[in-house]
Structure formats: C-alpha cells, structure tokens
C-alpha cells in the first residue's frame, strides 16, 4: 500500500489532471490525419469536437454530487478506469458515428473530474493555500498536453494516429492501479456525522445563484470556450491556416508553448492570488480579472497578425488557465462543506457549455469562410467574450470589503476520501 499524504495525494490528482487533458489533446492533434482517414468535413470535425461536451456538464453535476455522497476517492478510480477503456476502444473506430459516439462518452466520464478534485482538495488544504492546491492539479491540464503532446504528434507522424489513443489508455489504467493502492486516511478526531444521503438543494440553490458565484462561473464560461479550440481545433489552425508542417519546430513549438507557458503562468498567478487574498477578499478577482485582459489583448494579436512565430507566441503567452484553479478556490470559500460537491459540480457544468457550443460554431465558420478567416473571426469574438467577463469581475471586486482575515482552518468532519 502507498502511504496517504496531502503531499502523495495532490501528485495522484495532478497526474491524473494531465491524463485527462491529454485525452482531450490527443483529438486535436490527430485531426488532419484523422479527418482524412475517416473522410471528415470540418463541420463534422467541429461537432466531433463539441460533442465531448454534450455530457460533459450534466456528467459534472452528478459527479459533484457523487463526491458528497460516497467521497472523491472512488469517484475518481472510477473515472480514471472509464477514460483507459474509452480510449482503448477508440483505437478501433471506422467511421463518424462511432467517433461522435466514443467522444460523447469520454466526455460523460471526464465532466465530474474537476469539481470533484477541487472537492477533495477543500477537505485536506486550509483556505490560504486552496488556491496554489488547485494550481498545483490544474498545473497537470498542462503539463499533460505540454510534455505528451510533442511525443504523440511525432507518434502520430510515424505510427499513425490510432497507436496514440492506445498509449493513453494503458497509461490510464496504470494510473488507476497505483490509486487503488493509496492507503485509506485515518479518521479525523471529533469527526463530525457522515454527509446526508440526500443533496439539500435548497441550499446548493440558495449559495449558488448569487452574484460572485454566477459571475465565476460566467469568467470559467469564457475560459473554456478558449481552452476548447486549444485542445480541438488549434493544432489543425497550425497547420491549415499558419501553413506550418507536422513535425516541423515552429508547429511542435505551437502545441508545446500554449501548455508549458500556461500551466507556468497557472501556478505563479495562483500564489499571488493567495497572496493578495490574505489581504482582500477582492484579491482572487483581481488576479482573475488581470489574465482575462491580457488574454483578450493576446487573441487580438493572433488574430490580425501575420508571421506564425508571433501568433505561437501570443497563444503561448495566455494566461487563461489560471482562471479554473482560482473559480474553484472562489467557490470552496463560498460554498457550505456540505455542499460544496454540489456547487463545484454545477459550475463546471455551466460553464463547461462554452466548449460545448464553440468548436461547433467554429467548425461552421471555418466550413464557409475557410479556416484563416475563420479564425480571425474567432479570435476577436473570444477577445471580447474575455473582456466582458473581466469588466463584470471588476465591478464585482469594487463592490468588495477589502478586509479578508482567514479564520483558523480546522477539519470539523471525518475525511471522506
């Protein structure tokens, strides 16, 4: 058996968090080959890319729920064993139907992941460092894509596309072995009763649509819409529009950079968060607000200009990712412990139909005016999503006591691993 620590268990859940951002990655990346295999459009690449998240948000709230019930540990094994499998199958797909299908249920089985991670983390981190704890797991939706996706695409190149979804499963299922292997924690003292059978949803209602939380989620909306082209339609934007060949350094660099910079810019945003929230509870919508900015200045500039290297770099530099550790650190300081399952899971799925509705947009956009004018529409309407998000969040930060004291963090109930 491996020892249960915070320590041990942050790793399992950021090593699970770059499995699962690789099992996105993965259909980004084989989409040229894969497209022409399968004898493909782009409108049906596109709903092959929104339709991971048709289940996706309803997948989020049950798993959300399912963690307050039953505990995050067994949710996530099953997780990680229903992903390995899917990806297994997806070795063998013939056709579109098949496809859409095998896309669907992989999304199903990703939509409780984070929600039900940020759950665990809010019973075995204080509030002070929920924020980096989040960054920390987040920081694998990264690293995945960063370090696995050079290594597909020149498997890809060279073995075909079908051996890469094979690979992913087996690393899933080996994760899934090691997981099942951490020790149980010990029981907290003076534990309080196990949770209710029954969600409250009274009270999940009550918390959940206020003012912060909607404009959170809404801030998570436009984040994912941008985060759903990095994984589904950007790499095929490198090669189609940018004209850069597979293989090529410019083109690794474009599917390395967005991933490495990201999940970098993730972790140091998300201590100075923490930081600036010690000081004000306005502190995390500062920093949530600041990324949102520079991210709409940056797709501006992929959008209009016209040398490659300086659109990887703009894409490189986003610091979107830091706004789903942040939205998920926000929320467990709202949410009621008995709940707080609940109100993640709902958050992540609204705002997870961003990447739901935008690449099937985009697919439609880039069928009829091509995929380099395509995108340039794409860029710009995202650029504005973001600035609205970060105008209501500053506005909302405005409205804020600056004073923001962290009470003493004590467990008041038994662990639920």
Not at 3 to 24: E, M, Y
Not at 251 to 280: E, I
Not at 292 to 303: N, S, T, W
């Amino acid at each position: 058996m491996i020892p249960f620590s915070r320590q041990s268990a942050i790793t399992f859940l950021l090593v699970l968090s770059a499995i699962n951002f690789a099992d996105k990655a993965v259909i980004g990346l084989v989409a040229d080959t894969m497209s022409r295999d399968l004898h493909l459009s782009s409108a049906q690449w596109g709903l092959v890319g929104g339709s991971f998240y048709l289940l996706f948000s309803l997948a989020a709230l049950c798993g959300g729920v399912w963690s307050d019930r039953i505990g995050p540990k067994a949710v996530l094994a099953l997780l990680g064993g229903v992903w390995a499998g899917i990806q297994l199958v997806t070795m063998w797909i013939v056709g579109f139907p098949l496809l859409l299908a095998s896309r669907i249920l992989l999304g199903a089985a990703e939509g409780p992941f984070y929600g039900t991670a940020a759950h665990a983390l809010s019973k075995w981190l204080p509030p002070s460092k929920q924020g980096m704890g989040m960054a920390l797991v987040t920081l694998g939706s990264a690293a995945g894509p960063a370090v696995i996706a050079p290594l597909l695409s020149l498997l890809i190149l060279y073995a075909g596309w079908r051996i890469s979804f094979g690979v992913l499963g087996a690393l899933g299922l080996i994760w899934l072995l090691a997981w099942l292997a951490l020790r149980e924690p010990r029981p907290v003292l003076n534990a309080a009763a196990p949770p209710p059978t029954a969600v409250p949803w009274k009270l999940v209602v009550k918390n959940f649509f206020t003012a912060r939380v909607l404009l959170l989620t809404f801030a998570g909306f436009a984040a994912y819409a941008y985060l759903s082209l990095l994984v589904v339609w950007v790499p095929a934007y490198w090669q189609q529009a940018r004209h850069l060949a597979a293989g090529s350094p410019l083109y690794l660099l474009g599917v390395f950079l967005p991933w490495a910079c990201g999940g970098t810019l993730q972790v140091v945003l998300s201590w100075l968060a923490d930081r600036l929230q010690k000081r004000s509870n306005a502190g995390r919508l500062i920093v949530l607000a600041g990324a949102l900015i520079v991210g709409a200045f940056l797709l501006v500039v992929a959008a209009l200009t016209s040398v490659p290297l300086l659109a990887v770099l703009a894409l490189s530099l986003m610091p979107i990712g830091v706004v789903f550790p942040l939205v998920a650190a926000s929320l467990t300081a709202l949410a009621p412990r008995s709940v707080c399952g609940a109100i993640q899971g709902t958050s992540v799925a609204l705002y997870s139909l961003g990447a739901v509705l935008v690449p099937t947009i985009v697919g439609v956009l880039v069928q009829r005016l091509g995929i380099t004018q395509g995108f340039v529409w794409t860029w710009i309407s995202l650029a504005i999503l973001l600035g609205v998000a970060a105008s209501a969040l500053i506005v909302e930060g405005s409205r804020t006591p600056r004073t923001a004291p962290y009470p003493a963090f004590q467990f008041t109930e038994r662990t639920q691993f």
